[in-house]
T-cell receptor
């Protein structure tokens, strides 16, 4: 069975601070995909990034960066110079490449960015 | 941009009523999913479908039912709503190609049963 753990329930930072959201996953499958989604107060889930298990290259997209480390089963997400608009709940998710291919979600981290 | 739609966005209904939450996508995706999101934020899979005439129950037991008569349409029905069904319901779809492995989500239906 798969499991995703987001140990940080809520994080509060002041605008322009950097913040890292942690994600640890468990799976016995060798091929899997990791995702981050953002859920703003409006409620929809917005896809941010997907990483394949065979590609450990870190990725940067503007103020967002992701650090994937198979050795520690972690897929952490860093927001540089946070902004008020970054306030949302962020979910890490895992999907294996067999069966129903549904997402297993972490419990989410609520990020509050204060002005 | 994902083309997946859910209606209604918000629904307040009395106990015992039958309701259907609509979900449709225009991306031609074979796989579709329903997730239930508790007020405490966790999302749980309640139904999924591999394609037309294929439906399966997910991890979280649900009294709802689903149908998949057309590729683009995946409605969820509650025969008799109860206050315990109050939640947000999110529909998603995904394709088979490498470029479409991510699941795209609809805007959700926030259901309140009084």
């Amino acid at each position: 069975a798969q499991k995703v753990t987001q140990a940080q329930t809520e994080i509060s930072v002041v605008e322009k601070e950097d913040v890292t959201l942690d994600c640890v996953y468990e799976t016995r499958d060798t091929t899997y995909y990791l995702f981050w989604y953002k859920q703003p107060p409006s409620g929809e889930l917005v896809f941010l990034i997907r990483r394949n298990s065979f590609d450990e290259q870190n990725e940067i997209s503007g103020r967002y960066s992701w650090n994937f480390q198979k050795s520690t089963s972690s897929f952490n997400f860093t927001i540089t110079a946070s902004q008020v608009v970054d306030s949302a709940v962020y979910f890490c998710a895992l999907r294996i490449d067999t069966g129903r291919r549904a997402l297993t979600f972490g419990s989410g981290t609520r990020l509050q960015v204060q002005p | 941009e994902a083309d997946i739609y859910q209606t209604p966005r918000y629904l307040v209904i009395g106990t015992g009523k039958k309701i259907t939450l609509e979900c449709s996508q225009t991306m031609g995706h074979d796989k579709m999913y329903w997730y239930q999101q508790d007020p405490g934020m966790e999302l749980h899979l309640i139904h999924y479908s591999y394609g037309v005439n294929s439906t399966e129950k997910g991890d979280l037991s649900s009294e709802s039912t689903v149908s998949r008569i057309r590729t683009e349409h995946f409605p969820l029905t509650l025969e008799s709503a109860r206050p315990s069904h109050t939640s947000q319901y999110l529909c998603a779809s995904s394709g088979e190609r490498e470029t479409s492995y991510e699941q795209y989500f609809g805007p959700g239906t926030r259901l309140t049963v009084t």
